[in-house]
């Protein structure tokens, strides 16, 4: 199982920006696809945004297209999602997860491997 560590949480003003970073162990980083998911309290834990393995695709839920970036840098074994734009519905803890694949379709097949996860709190 791989061992993942986020960080870059915090508290942001709505409007803001805000990098989230998770860090994968192990030497098959660059076979899986990651997603980065989010849980508000209350509610169930949903999609954010998907990569594939060489970052050639990426898919995002319609909630946060055009404001939040995916990228990945194989070379360091870390995923990032970066937040634009922010908004107080954005309010969550988020959690990397690693060993997905992304479907024909676009949708994301979350893997076995989740990181403790990261609290972002945006405040109006």
């Known amino acids: 199982q791989v061992q993942l560590v986020e960080s870059g949480g915090g508290l942001v003003h709505a409007g803001g920006s805000l990098r989230l970073s998770c860090a994968a162990s192990?030497?098959?980083?660059?076979?899986?696809?990651m997603g980065w998911f989010r849980q508000a309290p209350g509610k169930e834990r949903e999609l954010v945004a998907a990569?594939?393995?060489?970052?050639?695709?990426?898919v995002y839920a319609d909630s946060v297209k055009g404001r939040f970036t995916i990228s990945r840098d194989n070379a360091k074994n870390t995923v990032y999602l970066q937040m634009n734009s922010v908004k107080p519905e954005d309010t969550a803890v988020y959690y990397c997860?690693?060993?997905?694949?992304?479907?024909?379709?676009?949708?994301?097949?979350?893997?076995?491997?989740w990181g403790q996860g990261t609290q972002v709190t945006v405040s109006s």
């Open positions: 990569i594939s393995w060489n970052g050639g695709m990426s």
């Open positions: 997860n690693a060993e997905g694949r992304i479907g024909y379709s676009g949708q994301y097949f979350f893997g076995g491997s």
């Open positions: 192990g030497r098959t980083f660059s076979t899986y696809a």
